[in-house]
Nanobody, 115 residues
Framework: QVQLVESGGGLVQPGGSLGLSCAAS????????MGWYRQAPGKQRELVAT???????NYADSVKGRFTISRENAKNMVYLQMNSLKPEDAAVYYC?????????WGKGTLVTVSS
């Protein structure tokens, strides 16, 4: 059983920064891809960024240059540093673990970008 727990969401002003963390536990093997997705009200869940166990990253065009994904393999942690936040970044952010073609999800953490 895999569990993902996000933390770090909250309210931030436009142009501000926020960091998210995700702790993974359970039957996790070293070769996997972890990532962040988000879902705004009335919209579909979308990819934000992913990082595989080798450190290769992938970002949505909308966040390139502003967001940074990282991970600590020894701790089964993945992080998302979000800078220069925009109102359109507001959403529920979900941690994702892709392991042997199975997707696991956290419950999400809310990010609000507003003045």
């Amino acid at each position: 059983q895999v569990q993902l727990v996000e933390s770090g969401g909250g309210l931030v002003q436009p142009g501000g920064s926020l960091g998210l963390s995700c702790a993974a536990s359970g039957s996790i093997f070293s070769i996997n891809t972890m990532g962040w997705y988000r879902q705004a009200p009335g919209k579909q869940r979308e990819l934000v960024a992913t990082i595989n166990s080798g450190g290769i990253t992938n970002y949505a065009d909308s966040v390139k240059g502003r967001f940074t994904i990282s991970r600590e393999n020894a701790k089964n942690m993945v992080y998302l540093q979000m800078n220069s936040l925009k109102p359109e970044d507001a959403a529920v952010y979900y941690c994702n673990l892709n392991l042997y073609a199975m997707n696991y999800w956290g419950k999400g953490t809310l990010v609000t970008v507003s003045s």
